[in-house]
């Protein structure tokens, strides 16, 4: 079985600054895909960014990055710039092949932006 | 965003109600999901369904049921609404082999049961 593990339940970041939320995840399978997803007050949850297992190279969607480290089975997210806009629940998530697409979900971190 | 639907986003009923949530989705995927989440809390995938007529409990246990009659459309029941269903349910959905197996999630069903 999968599991994800979010160890920072709240984080805070001056707006134009950046933050970097961890994640960490463990399983036994090679192939797999990483996720996080962005989940404002009340508002629907939505892909920020993904990663492929099987690529070496970063993902990277504008001012969001992540640093996919595969040996050490690390997941972090950087928001580059944060905005106001940022301050959500951030929640990293896991699937597979294998796994039949579902989605093991970490706890969330929730990410407040001080202007 | 993606093109899934969940009506009603918000539904305050009495205790023993018995409640339909919709869910619908316009993107032709294959696989949709229920997933349960209490404010601020992570999500607990409750049932899911790999097509048409497929259709398999997660990993919360959950008194809801749910079909899977069309493919575009996932609804969940609750036949004698409690209190403790008090919550917010996702639906999501996804296509295999697509977009990295990526999920995409309707905007949410807020349920209280007074």
């Known amino acids: 079985a999968q599991t994800v593990t979010q160890s920072q339940p709240e984080m805070s970041v001056q707006e134009a600054e950046t933050v970097t939320l961890s994640c960490t995840y463990d399983t036994s399978e090679s192939d797999y895909y990483l996720f996080w997803y962005k989940q404002p007050p009340s508002r629907q949850m939505i892909l920020v960014i993904r990663q492929e297992a099987y690529k070496q190279q970063n993902a990277t969607e504008n001012r969001f990055s992540v640093n996919f480290q595969k040996a050490a089975k690390s997941f972090s997210l950087k928001i580059s710039d944060s905005q106001l806009g940022d301050a959500a629940m951030y929640f990293c998530a896991f699937t597979s092949n294998n796994a039949g697409n579902m989605l093991t979900f970490g706890g969330g971190t929730r990410l407040m932006v001080k202007p | 965003e993606a093109d899934i639907y969940q009506t009603p986003r918000y539904l305050v009923i009495g205790t023993g109600k018995k409640i339909t949530l919709e869910c619908s989705q316009t993107?032709?995927?294959?696989?949709m999901y229920w997933y349960q989440q209490d404010p601020g809390m992570e999500l607990h995938l409750i049932h899911y369904?790999?097509?048409?007529?497929?259709?398999e409990k997660g990993d919360l246990s959950s008194e809801s049921t749910v079909s899977r009659i069309r493919t575009e459309h996932f609804p969940l029941t609750l036949e004698s609404a409690r209190p403790s269903h008090t919550s917010q349910y996702l639906c999501?959905?996804?296509?295999?082999?697509?977009?990295?197996?990526?999920?995409?999630f309707g905007e949410g069903s807020w349920l209280t049961v007074v």
């Open positions: 999501a959905s996804s296509h295999t082999g697509a977009s990295g197996n990526t999920i995409y």
């Open positions: 993107m032709g995927h294959d696989k």
């Open positions: 369904s790999y097509g048409v007529n497929s259709t």
